[in-house]
């Protein structure tokens, strides 16, 4: 699946309207943003999440970099730790090996010490642009 497939599939859902833009496409419905850009050689999706106490932090993000045309990419999760927990709870169980592994790299951080607005980042490379268009309605549930 192409990265504007998933962006589409993923706005769609959610009743978030796209909008065609020289380098892609990009939509906003609070609590989400949802944008693919192409610029170069390089294609990026990317959907970030509103913290609902805070609308100048987001509480979650996910970027995803592919060559256009390619079927695996580079993954990169951020959340904040406060909210490291209720992300784990919706990876838990994952049936695929995505979700398995993103579970098991966000668990590292439990316990850590550090503040709830502390930003967590994990990055995953070689991952299958069709199980990113599946873990997305696993981490962002309707």
Request: hydrophobic share 40%; charged share 25%; glycine share 10%.
């Amino acid at each position: 699946m192409k990265l504007e497939e998933i962006a589409k599939q993923f706005a769609q859902q959610r009743g978030i309207d796209l909008h065609q833009y020289k380098a892609g496409v990009l939509g906003y419905q609070d609590p989400f943003i949802v944008a693919r850009s192409l610029r170069g050689r390089k294609e990026k999706l990317f959907v970030k999440k509103q913290f609902p106490a805070s609308p100048n932090i987001f509480e979650s993000r996910i970027y995803v970099l592919a060559t256009p045309g390619g079927k695996e990419g580079i993954l990169t999760v951020t959340l904040i730790n406060g909210c490291l927990k209720d992300y784990l709870a919706l990876l838990q169980g994952a049936p695929d090996n995505l979700g398995k592994a993103l579970y098991r790299s966000l668990a590292g951080h439990l316990d850590n010490g550090k503040g709830p607005f502390t930003v967590i980042r994990e990055q995953l490379i070689g991952v299958n642009l069709n199980d990113v268009s599946d873990l997305l309605p696993r981490i962002y549930p309707n």
